[in-house]
């Protein structure tokens, strides 16, 4: 059978069965529809939270940039998970006890001001917005791969799925759902990395092989030695030191943990669980879960940069390996023969005078002639499809391959059965679609409950509710299919980092200082999250579309990491104003004393507004 | 912790109850931040601290874990291992608190 056979039946399987889950456990109240009940146990729920959280960055692109900068690749595995402990810790427990499980919705409420829930949306929408983005990416990188199609029609299949699954069932059906999507994800994610980490290391354990020996052809060294040594030889930093500056590490790690605690799809789905003590477990299931990936991923990293390079290095472009050539195909690695010796070089930039290795000038991405072009444009002496840049002869590399593609062709070059590879494809979309969903939903709920319902217009009717809140998501798809096709950023996880550094410079303080302090009132909030998130919009905007150098960095900081200044700018700007105008009404006080006392819930959830979950609709 | 003084769990329906509900609500509150300031400093050193500022010198000085110099696996696996156990004393020490101050959560 080919590969495109199994990559059908294992795809149809596991959609089969999210329909029949879907189906079955569908909502039979509006409490359902929009928390699930509130009876899912911990357990499961901490599943579903997994699935939620491991979106197609986390998948498909974060074992990718740990292949190609090792160390520096820690920054999304500490701060992806380390968000999780603030969470749980500062926020969860308090936010579930307030009863409001919009992001917006508490902010409205603790504010006591319309101003400040328009700008809570405000800042929710660009959040949402650029994590689609990142997410639509990933699903076109997938189903370009699945169906030999260029990556602007992947990108366009992939939205259109995925707005015809947010418009599914509600919580609870989507609960249930997201677990068994968790289990297809953590199979499909490890059995590689197994076969694979038994072909290299002679261990099982992929965690182990990472820090055992390298014993593939009767060798025997230290498996990061191997990965360093190859590194050096081809003129890239060694993999276990890194080139980003402590600053910047620490910045952007900074960033993502603050942006993980004021996520609000994730915040929601603790609203699914009976009380705070399950929240409390449901955290630490979800950690678990999350970090069976997590643990997993520089294993696979480090295995796919010694397979990339063992396979493809100084291998002549007729014997380059069958996946190559399919990837290359779907533009998704492309070789430039520089040297005219017909063999594939992989080059890092210590082997060049201009220390770069870009493959094309100016670092550009491949660009090929039109289909309709003379063959000559279209295919080298050697077969090789040719590109319509111009090569950068500055330096020797021959290779450019998307970073984002390496989970992918990981099983391709370990030479795994094909049912692997067709598993780890139902993995990918499961990923992908899970979050996409999710985020969808959170923004579309945001646009026309909070938005229009609790400000613009208040006699809305619950269809007309409806109506809004797919219009949004049409829009909102629309504009994140434009940015997956035309991605901002070198790969999927740096467009996701985005996302987070404007959840940390606008949500995490205003929820953090709404929560413990007593003191912060509605015009501290406000100014503090315009300030934050403006601040981190014009940073990002400046260097990434406006084309600022990186001499221009404040403190050296990347765009990744900027969230975090943004959040102490956030921070400031919050209390300053605060102890500059009056303190809040009395009954807010309250409030907010109350909210440290379990037991007794501030506002009773179900009524008229109260509970309506992110992923309602 | 020495907060428990302040707590007698299980007293009546009385005016000086409601009293000492407040008391122990207080009570618990102050314990409750105490556990945040617990695990939040370890959060903080075995992710910024052993993976980041520090990494260099325990690469150098510090025993290899397996083959990895020691900040790297931190950075790479032993920060989040870390993380999951966090999460589990934070689940099960609140857990305590919760009966000890006779606080349980009601169904809601």
């Known amino acids: 059978m080919s590969q495109d056979i199994y990559n059908f039946i294992f795809i149809g399987l596991s ?45 498909i692109s974060m074992a990718g940039a740990v292949a190609i900068s090792g160390y520096d690749a820690s920054r999304f595995l500490m701060g992806w998970t380390g968000g999780f402990v603030l969470l749980t810790v500062l926020m969860v427990p308090y936010l579930r006890k307030f009863g409001k499980p919009t992001v917006p919705d508490f902010v409205g409420d603790r504010y006591y001001s319309k101003l400040a829930r328009g700008v809570a949306v405000l800042c929710a929408i660009f959040i949402c917005m650029t994590y689609i983005m990142g997410q639509m990416r990933g699903v076109g990188v997938v189903f370009s791969q699945l169906f030999g199609i260029k990556i602007q029609s992947g990108v366009l299949v992939g939205a259109s799925i995925v707005f015809f699954y947010a418009g599914l069932g509600g919580m609870k059906g989507i609960t249930y759902t997201q677990v068994a999507q968790y289990c297809v994800m953590a199979f499909s994610y490890t059995i590689p990395a197994i076969f694979i980490a038994i072909a290299l290391t002679n261990n099982f ?99 796919s940069r010694v397979n990339l390079i063992t396979k493809l290095h100084n291998t002549s472009y007729a014997n380059a390996p069958e996946w190559f050539k399919d990837f290359e195909s779907t533009g998704q690695m492309a070789w430039v023969d520089k040297n005219e010796d017909g ?47 111009k090569a950068d002869l500055t330096n020797p590399n021959e290779l450019w391959f998307g970073n984002d593609i390496m989970v992918m062709a990981n099983p391709y070059m370990g030479g795994l059965p094909k049912w692997v590879i067709a598993l780890l494809m139902a993995g990918c979309i499961a990923a992908a679609l899970s979050t996409a969903a999710g985020l969808l939903l959170v923004l579309s709920t945001s646009i026309s409950h909070d938005l229009m319902k609790k400000i613009v217009k208040p006699d809305l009717s619950d269809k007309e509710e409806v ?64 300030f934050g998130i403006v601040f981190t919009i014009s940073y990002i905007v400046y260097f990434q579309f406006l084309g600022g150098t990186s001499q221009d960095y404040l403190f050296g900081i990347t765009p990744e990491g900027i969230g975090f200044v943004g959040m102490i700018i956030n921070f400031v700007v919050t209390y300053a104003v605060s102890l500059a105008t009056p303190p809040p009404p009395l009954e807010i006080q309250q409030m907010v004393a109350e909210i440290h006392v379990p037991g007794t819930a501030v506002q009773a959830m179900g009524d008229d507004d109260a509970g309506v979950g992110g992923e309602g609709i | 912790m020495s907060d428990s003084s302040h707590a007698t769990p299980g007293t009546g329906d009385t005016a000086s109850g409601d009293a000492r509900t407040l008391a122990r609500q207080r009570a618990h509150r102050r314990s409750s931040l105490k556990v945040i300031l617990c695990l ?38 032993g920060s989040i ?3 999951v156990l966090l999460l589990v004393v934070y689940a099960v020490w609140m857990g305590k608190l919760d009966d000890r101050f006779n606080l349980e959560d009601g169904q809601e």
Not at chain 1, 345 to 366: I, L, T
Not at chain 1, 480 to 489: D, E, K, T
Not at chain 2, 54 to 66: E, S, T
Request: charged letters at 10%; proline letters at 5%.
């Open chain 1, 343 to 389: 063999k594939i070089q992989y080059f890092g930039p210590g082997k060049s005078e201009s220390n770069n290795n870009h493959v094309f000038v100016g670092g550009a991405r491949p660009m090929y002639p039109a289909d309709d072009a003379p063959a000559v444009q279209l295919k080298g002496i050697h077969g090789e499809r040719l590109l319509a840049n």
């Open chain 2, 40 to 77: 939040l400093p370890i959060w903080f050193v075995v992710s910024y601290g052993c993976g980041i500022l520090f990494r260099d010198w325990l690469d150098a000085n510090a025993p290899k874990v397996g083959n990895a110099p020691f900040g790297f696996w931190m950075a790479q696996q």
């Open chain 1, 205 to 303: 354990v992929p965690q182990l092989g990472l820090i055992g020996d390298f014993t593939l052809d009767g060798a025997k060294i230290p498996f990061l030695e191997k990965v360093n040594n190859i590194n050096t030889e081809l003129g890239f930093s060694e993999y276990t030191s890194g080139e980003l500056s402590k600053v910047n590490m620490f910045c952007i790690t900074a960033a993502l943990m603050c942006g993980t605690a004021g996520l609000p799809h994730v915040i929601v789905r603790f609203f699914t669980v009976k009380n705070v003590a399950s929240v409390r477990k449901s955290a630490c299931w979800t950690l678990l879960f999350i970090s069976v990936i997590y643990l997993t991923a520089p294993a696979i990293g480090s295995f």
């Open chain 1, 15 to 59: 959609f089969g069965l999210y329909i029949f889950i879907a189906f079955t456990s569908r909502a039979s109240s509006t409490k359902e529809y929009y928390t699930a009940g509130g009876g899912v146990s911990p357990f499961a729920n901490g599943m579903a939270t997994a699935a939620d959280w491991m979106s197609a960055a986390t998948f």
């Open chain 1, 467 to 530: 109506n809004y809140a797919r219009a949004a998501s049409f829009i909102a798809l629309a504009v994140a299919a434009y940015f997956g096709i035309n991605p901002p950023s070198a790969f999927i996880a740096k467009t996701v980092a985005f996302a987070f550094g404007l959840a940390a410079s606008s949500f995490f303080p205003t929820l953090l200082m709404g929560i413990f302090s007593k003191r912060v009132n509605k015009q501290g909030a406000v100014s503090g999250m315009l």
């Open chain 2, 81 to 83: 291992i870390c993380f």
